[in-house]
């Protein structure tokens, strides 16, 4: 269980690695420092399409927003938020807004460059986008997190919109946080536009099956590999670090498939069981209490002890930064499958590479959520709403088209599936760039 340390809040920070929590200092890259070193490793398999490379090494629009709002006790209090647009050559911008204390540009361009690689890896007709304030949501009442949540809204409504750039949920945002957004921009364009943003409540434009589509996704894209590399599902030993809203659904579709989930770690402790733990038993605890802490019927786990945990399928789906050079060399796992955003180092990866640890990396692991979300947008243009089994037949389908796409490009030229993602998602972002020429 890796936490990050709390960064003093303040002024902006622009691309230095001071002030990030931990995980992301490592090399002193920071974030975006770690996006370019992904991109350079790409540039030698894009062809003619290297010279417009440098396109995807700088943002397309970074905005800085200051968010003042009166707190409860009637002072004033001043937040920093951002939006940042990566690209837009293949349509809007798309990605969600992170509310914490951590958050700084050089983290959020970061993000919404992956945006970028995650929309085109999955081939839905986005750009890459992301959002965030630099406020610890906890400190604040249900009034203040609206008042943040509204004028920061506000802030940012010069750059966002259905066919411009369209927020979703992320660390700390949810449902209830889209539902004031959507409905401050509404209020500002005097219409109601549901399409400005997606993860909303269904109730208010928002689609069936998007809350277990991440995960949905995640044991998809695990399936398919599984086959490439002879592993049967149905006798695999799984393990999983968060059992949130993407880790509790992937065990739940991998027990359902007859793996043995044989460990789960979250922000309360780990759990074992030899014999394979029961995964609906245990959601309904979790939904209880909170954690997977004090449920009956397991061993008793140090946490330090889950990295090394004898499976066959491993799946971070918590915070970043949690499989590092530290543990790396534990991991007994024969695929590592990236249900969280950025949960292995830079280091980490050469190191399960080397090991012969296949990573299904994050771009397009976890990009279940955002291909529902491109389901939702949409439905909402159309005001017309498909049924969950419509949703997720769609869902499974371009999964496993873009799997298979990344696997090929994997094969053809012997490099790891995260290099593949890029060189699949770089190719399609520069072609369009390429078509449609440089304005003026
Ligand atoms: P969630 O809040 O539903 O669940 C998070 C889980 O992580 C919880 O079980 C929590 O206990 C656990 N956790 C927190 N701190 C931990 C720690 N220190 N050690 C171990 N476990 C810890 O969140 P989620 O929506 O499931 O998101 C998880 C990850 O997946 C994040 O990285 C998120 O950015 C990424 N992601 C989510 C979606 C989505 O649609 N929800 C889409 C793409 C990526």
Redesign the pocket.
Known sequence: ???SQAAPTGASNLVTAHALPSYLQADNLGPWGIYLQQVDRVVPYLGNLARWAETLKRPKRALIVDVPIQLDNGTVAHFEGYRVQHNTSRGPGKG?VRFHQDVTLSEVMALSAWMSIKNAAVNVPFGGAKGGIRVDPKTLSIGELERVTRRYTSEIGIIIGPTKDIPA???NTNEKVMAWMMDTYSMNEGATATGVVT?KPVDLGGSLG?RE??GRGVFTVGCEAARHIGLDISKARVAV????????IAAKLFAQAGSKVVAV????GTIFRESGLDVTALLAH?AHVG??KGYADTDVMP?DAFWGVACDIMIP????G?ITAANAGQIQARMVIE?????TTPQADDILHDRNVLVLP?VIA?????TVSYFEWVQDFSSFFWSEDEINERLVRIMKDAFGAVWQVAQDNQVSLRTATFIVACKRILHSREMRGLYP
């Open positions: 269980m890796n936490t969600g949920p992320d660390v993860g998007r589509a991440t670090q968060g059992f949130g809203n993407v880790g509790g770690q979250d922000h309360g979790v954690s997977v946490d789906a918590a915070l970043e949690q249900g969280a955003n950025g949960p994050d976890n990009a279940g959520g955002v």
